[in-house]
């Protein structure tokens, strides 16, 4: 198959002794924070990949020209990350010159008749999995952009945006490109993310002392949870670990390449899920995965076995398996996509931006139900007890005080130590809630992933419009059928969908 593509050979890092390769123009923004300079450790060096799917040809002179004007200007996409060696070796951003023809990457395919050979949408797969071989070139901002006019299933083109994890959480960097994007209908506006509402709401009339008691009660709660959690986690980094099942990977997982694939599901059938069980999005998403998960080990443990079904009677599952997830979260207060785009479009560096997380260990009950809902049950249940803890706060703390006393070494150990003693990670993130263009590009979906993270799975749900993409990032050698597993995922929705309708038809008769 012959391509026409633009590629760079890669250089090595860049240690500053002074500013001679800096633009005369250019200007210092800082050092990194302590959670960008983690993800610089070799064992948890991670990238961030957002595919987006387009519903027209890309126009590629187009795009070069908007992104001088947007993305550009935010200074992390236009700053290099160097060692400085006058300040104990910390890493800082420097603003530089950007050359995007060094970071625009085009591919189109000459000849049509090759991808008989390989499907279209085989071939964007692989052609991301290529992408996970490689790391970002620290000698130029850490950033690159694929255009693929290739046609796919369901979508014209493919635009496949990489950069650092050092530049900012998964929420940051998805609000970041959402505000480079404007509505399809409406050229001048940003797109409307729907707010993160919390639909537990305890009234607290008819007694003057209730307020007080709830009050109270929920401050015990969380003072005895917050315990819980933060002495599971110490457990966690020095013994505690996931059962050794066989979507657990093995040590130096984070070396291997990932495939990462994609689901296109019902927004709508998750909402009418959340609805009716008055809970989260992120909540119905977490039931969906636990009853794929089940259902997925239930046949990867019953190799060779004539497959009855996924019922209680026909269990190939071991007893009490341990399957946890660390769930990383945005402590930072949300920027919101307005901000982020004026930000751009003034040249401002006022909006809080980078990595401020912490993380959560979320166990997963894998066990095979005979009635659907008890997985979304199973996973309110989850949630509703991870609300009442500072798990999260204390996680950011524990990294940073281990950073600041015993160095970056002994940081990354403790977090690459806790991740590869759970299983997976797991995100659900809102998108825009109209059809949105970037640079004038329709897009048709949008799925963000990574890898260089040391879990075999990683699991992300992105909302956009109508739809909910599930996002797999995973290691072959572990998961070496993803597909199979996005089908899970399908058919649990659609069997809690049904045992949803099932229910309220039958509360009507």
Request: net charge positive; charged share 25%.
């Amino acid at each position: 198959m012959e391509f026409r593509r633009r590629r760079k050979l890669s250089l090595k890092p860049i240690e500053t002794k002074g500013k001679d390769h800096i633009d005369d123009a250019a200007e210092e923004e800082g050092l990194l924070s302590p959670s960008a300079r983690l993800f610089h450790e070799p064992n948890f060096n991670v990238h961030v990949v957002a595919i987006m799917g387009i519903k027209s040809r890309i126009n590629f002179q187009k795009i070069k020209e908007n992104l001088v004007h947007t993305l550009l200007k935010h200074p992390r996409f236009s700053s290099l990350q160097v060692v400085d060696e006058k300040n104990n070796g910390e890493m800082k951003w420097v603003r530089t010159k950007v050359d995007l023809d060094k970071h625009i990457v085009v591919t189109q395919v000459d000849d049509e008749q090759s991808l008989l050979q390989e499907t279209p949408d085989k071939f964007v797969e692989n052609y991301i999995q290529n992408l996970s071989k490689t790391h970002l070139d620290k000698s130029k901002p850490m950033w690159d952009l694929h255009l693929l006019n290739v046609k796919t299933s369901d979508a014209e083109a493919v635009s496949i945006l990489r950069c650092h994890h050092s530049f900012g959480d998964g929420t940051s960097l998805v609000s970041l490109l959402l505000a480079c994007t404007r509505q399809t209908a409406d050229p001048d506006k940003v797109p409307t993310i729907p707010r993160l509402i919390n639909p537990s709401n305890h009234s607290t009339k008819g007694s003057l002392w209730r307020p007080y008691v709830q009050k109270f009660w929920s401050f015990i709660k969380l003072f005895w949870y917050t315990i819980v959690d933060v002495l599971k986690l110490m457990a966690t980094i020095m013994f505690f670990k996931d059962t050794t099942t066989p979507i657990k990977s093995s040590p130096g997982s984070e070396f291997n390449p990932r495939r990462i694939v994609y689901r296109t599901v019902s927004l709508d059938d998750m909402k009418l899920v959340k609805n009716a069980l008055n809970m989260t999005i992120t909540g119905v998403a977490l039931g969906v995965t636990q009853a794929g998960l089940s259902i997925y080990l239930n046949r990867r443990y019953g190799e060779g076995k004539k497959d009855r079904g996924a019922t209680e009677k026909n269990n190939n599952l071991p007893m009490n398996i341990r399957l946890r997830s660390a769930i990383l979260m945005n402590l930072r207060p949300s920027v919101g996509i307005q901000a982020l785009a004026d930000m751009m479009d003034k040249d401002t560096s006022e909006a809080k931006w980078g990595n401020l997380v912490g993380f959560v260990l979320v166990p997963f009950k894998i066990a095979l139900q005979d009635e659907p809902l008890d997985y979304i049950r199973g996973a309110k249940a989850t949630i509703d007890r991870k609300k009442n803890s500072l798990e999260a706060i204390y996680t950011s703390f524990i990294t940073e005080l281990a950073l600041k006393f015993f160095g970056i070494k002994t940081s990354s150990w403790i977090l690459h130590k806790t991740f590869t003693n759970t299983t997976m990670c797991f995100s659900c993130m809102p998108g825009a809630q109209e059809e949105i263009s970037f640079y004038g590009h329709p897009l048709a979906y949008l799925a963000p992933g990574s890898y260089g993270q040391p879990q075999g799975l990683m699991i992300n749900y992105q909302s956009y419009i109508n739809k909910m993409a599930i996002v797999l990032s995973v290691d072959e050698s572990v998961i070496p059928d993803p597909h199979q597993l996005l089908d899970d995922f399908e058919q649990s929705l659609k069997l809690i969908k049904d045992a949803v309708v099932e229910n309220v038809v039958s509360q009507h008769i």
